[in-house]
């Protein structure tokens, strides 16, 4: 067996691969240009036996920084990190990861401060609690939430009877007044397959990611998911005097999944409970076409996951790791967040100085890791 990289000449057997295999939506080859839009150097790896026959992928983003790289595995989804054929035995498992993981301690990983691994959240595992071993003997810690279990993501069964089986089986009577609220408030939804709103969808992810003090992606990225995935794709719109107040795109692959991916919305859409509507378009939409899950994307704080968890899907912690190469370069990746975050919650900071510094003390004296 062999590791190289792949070509734009793979494609076709990568995603077909990822496919059989349980990939997630997030290993498809053409996210190669929604990460270069941003000058990263995607990198995806491909196992091969003595036939070209593949046993494994696994692709990365390498993110250049002033002084040193990360690499990630991946940026996007709940999902990441390598898939291999799920025929191989566990040995054979073990011996294309450290395979993977030697290509790249030898050939990328040079100028790296961190790698960043989120595993692959496969229908069949995606329980699965412990960390893998191997990549603990490899250097990669779990990065833990002990008591929260986040970052997570939620999947939801889904039904060919949404009404009987999730609307009135499942949900609360409380989700369900909402939403009949919204649309009792002239609130409706569709499907913009025209991308008629593509300019207004843009503009409202933006300003969201803003709002919340994160970077925002360029308008032209947020164009290109929709030209890229187009098949794949179905943006939700929710419509109100004429004009649209939220938006929910919804990625659909494995022929089994609709994973929610993106949600936009404006001070409307929240006095309205359009976000609740939306997602139950989508849910039941998935149900008529005769998806078997629904997948909530990435939950990374207790308001966000209190609020998904009123549809009742099954929560799933995300297996993400970490792997220093330099502690210096580490430092000068964290540190500018780091100071954001601390100019931003000073007050919380200095009330809570003497708290913070014990409960540091003793969690990091006792060899805990925590995200």
């Known amino acids: 067996m062999q590791v190289r990289k792949a070509t734009i000449q793979d494609k076709k057997r990568w995603n077909a691969f990822i496919e059989a295999e349980s990939g997630s939506f997030f ?56 898939v291999l054929k799920k025929s191989l035995t566990q040995a054979e498992k073990d011996q294309s990861i450290q395979l993977f993981l030697n290509y790249i301690d030898q050939n990328i990983s040079n100028g790296c401060s961190t790698f960043h691994l989120k595993e692959n ?17 490899n ?38 007044n909402h939403i009949r609220k919204s649309q009792k408030q002239g609130v409706y939804v569709k499907e913009d397959a025209q ?3 593509k300019d207004d969808y843009a503009k409202m992810m933006i300003a969201l990611y803003k709002r919340f003090d994160h970077t925002p992606p360029k308008k032209e990225e947020i164009i290109l998911r929709f030209t890229t995935f187009k098949d794949r794709t179905k943006i939700w719109v929710a419509i109100q005097n004429d004009a649209p107040i939220a938006f929910l795109l919804c990625y659909y692959y494995q022929s089994s999944v609709c994973y929610a991916s993106k ?36 939950t990374e704080t ?31 990746w964290k540190t500018p967040a780091l100071i954001r975050w601390m100019f931003k919650h000073k007050q919380y900071l200095w009330e809570n100085r003497r708290r913070l510094i014990r409960e540091s003390i003793m969690k990091y004296g006792k060899g805990d890791r925590f995200l």
């Open 121 to 137: 959240l496969s229908l069949e595992e995606g329980a699965k609690s412990q960390p893998t071993i191997l990549l603990v003997k």
């Open 27 to 82: 290993h498809y080859f053409e996210w190669k240009t929604i990460y270069e839009i941003n000058k990263w150097h995607y990198i995806p790896l491909i196992l091969e036996d003595n036939t070209n026959d593949i046993i494994g992928i696994f692709p990365l983003v390498k993110i250049k920084r002033f002084l040193h790289s990360i690499l990630i595995s991946l940026p996007e989804g709940a999902s990441g990190g390598f």
């Open 263 to 298: 949600m936009g919305y404006d001070t409307l859409a929240r006095d309205n409970y359009t976000t609740v509507l939306l997602f139950s378009e989508a849910i039941g939409d998935a149900c008529e076409n005769g998806f078997q899950f629904f997948e909530f994307g990435t």
């Open 195 to 197: 991308l008629q709103y």
């Open 302 to 332: 207790t308001t966000l996951a209190r609020w998904k968890e009123q549809f009742k899907p099954t929560k799933i912690p995300l297996r993400i790791y970490e792997k220093t190469y330099s502690p210096f370069r580490s430092l000068l």
């Open 139 to 176: 250097g990669f810690k779990p990065r833990v939430y002990k008591e929260v279990q986040l970052p997570c993501t939620y999947r939801l069964k889904l039904s060919s009877s949404f009404e009987n089986d999730i609307w009135y089986g499942l949900w609360g009577k409380y989700l369900r």
